[in-house]
């Protein structure tokens, strides 16, 4: 094991891409989230984010991670240029869809697929590889265990079901919990567990605590809850994720303002934003 842990925002929005400027300086890409460690490059979710990340010519090997496969989390797959490109290795996972008798590739053929998408998976050039497994489970990935990374899952209350990731590099720890619903009687000690202690905590925060009951059921939390669950797990660092596509770049930075009053470390995440743990 040697190198740096680094995670890059590529796409922070929830729901739907947006490219209203009132919210340009955010982002309007939905999720995608890089994490290198060291040489091993890991991907969270494949939404629109992932569209700016494939114009990097290196990215020639990774191991992209799906939380679920809405189509919010996938949409930028099917533009993907690493995919298309001989000589590329792109191991998929996902943790949500085994346990209800289906499997990832055949949900991706589904949106590559005439009429919806006039390629299929057979036009990609890419060597893919395509991992189901059932969420709460450790990833059992040889060539990142022989980088020194371990990858555990958690399932997540989201309709669909969704996996919730922790990235063990060395000392240092990262998690990705994003589209979880949380409940109004107490906190969700699973949760707490699976993040605790960790250096980085990215955390769906759609929705404000004032409003969150006209959602119930919607499959998404707060940016309160977010905190709590962050200072009950000595969460060192917390990144707000997963904005509300109609949230303004004013109203995000009166979020990050509200935030760093309680713990002055934190972020909302944008796109661009790097953080070195």
């Known amino acids: ?37 060291g040489d091993q490059r ?127 590099f060395g000392t240092k720890s990262a998690c990705y919990i994003t589209d979880i619903e949380h409940t109004r009687n107490g906190l969700n000690e699973a949760l707490i567990g699976f993040v605790q202690d960790a250096d980085l905590l990215i955390y769906d925060s759609t929705f404000d605590d004032k409003d969150f009951d006209r959602f119930i059921g919607w499959g998404h939390s707060t940016w309160q809850q977010a905190m709590r669950i962050a200072n009950a797990a000595n969460v060192k660092s917390l990144a707000l994720f997963h904005h509300d596509p109609a949230r303004t770049d004013n109203e995000l930075d009166a979020r990050l303002q509200a935030l760093r009053t309680h713990r002055p470390h934190d972020h909302v995440a944008h796109e661009g934003l790097i953080l070195t743990l």
Request: some cysteine.
């Open 1 to 37: 094991m040697s190198g740096d842990f680094s995670v890059t925002f590529w796409g922070v929005r929830g729901t739907i891409p947006t490219t209203q400027t009132r919210n340009a300086r955010y982002g309007g890409n939905t999720s995608c989230v890089e994490m290198r460690c």
């Open 42 to 168: 890991l991907i969270f979710d494949a939404g629109t984010g992932l569209y700016p990340l494939g114009e990097d010519e290196s990215l020639t090997d990774m191991d992209m991670f799906l939380s679920h496969t809405h189509i919010d989390h996938i949409l930028g797959f099917p533009f993907f240029s690493p995919a298309y490109r001989e000589g590329t290795a792109i191991r998929l996972w996902a943790g949500h869809l085994k346990p209800e008798g289906l499997n990832l590739r055949d949900v991706l053929s589904r949106i590559m697929s005439p009429p919806i998408f006039p390629l299929t998976l057979d036009f990609l050039k890419a060597d893919l590889s395509f991992h189901d497994f059932s969420a709460g489970e450790t990833v059992q990935a040889p060539h990142l265990a022989a980088a020194g990374i371990t990858i555990t899952t958690l399932p997540l209350h989201h309709p669909d079901c969704a996996t919730g990731y922790r990235v063990q």
